[in-house]
């Protein structure tokens, strides 16, 4: 039996790559009202009252950004005193995930809100996983 080397198997991933990235739906869903929705949803200003940041080791750090704020805008554009966010950055949204960018770098989070709680789940462009709860101010 011939044997299939990892550079084999990284290129034959790489080639199929385009051909899952085209396979998008093509139907006239209203994306836009929804990412609108979820922008107008998150913006105003948050205070974190839960947080837990595990890192790629699977060591947890809790309650690293308890009592830091971020203030994201409708424009597009977000502030905060979280040095784990940046001081300022822009973020864009689609479907419930939020990607925003700053000096210290990038996040990915999937937003879910209710009533005056906002939680994010996601990844950090250092390998950080992380898992905050926000109350709105």
Not at 15 to 32: I, T
Request: hydrophobic share 35%; proline share 1%.
């Amino acid at each position: 039996m011939k044997k299939i080397s990892f550079l084999s198997i990284m290129m034959l991933v790489l080639m199929a790559m385009p051909l899952f990235v085209s396979c998008g739906s093509d139907d006239d869903n209203d994306d836009g009202a929804r990412d609108s929705q979820l922008v107008a949803e998150v913006s105003g200003t948050w205070m974190c009252v839960e947080s837990t940041d595990t890192q790629q080791s699977g060591y947890e750090l809790k309650s690293l950004i308890v009592g830091k704020e971020i203030t994201i805008k409708k424009d597009g554009t977000f502030t905060s005193n979280a040095p784990s966010f940046g001081k300022s950055g822009t973020f864009t949204v689609s479907g419930n995930s939020i990607t925003a960018k700053s000096e210290v770098g990038t996040f990915v989070v999937t937003v879910t809100v209710s009533g005056n709680k906002m939680t994010w789940d996601g990844t950090a462009s250092n390998g950080v996983k992380f898992h905050y709860v926000f109350q709105r101010e």
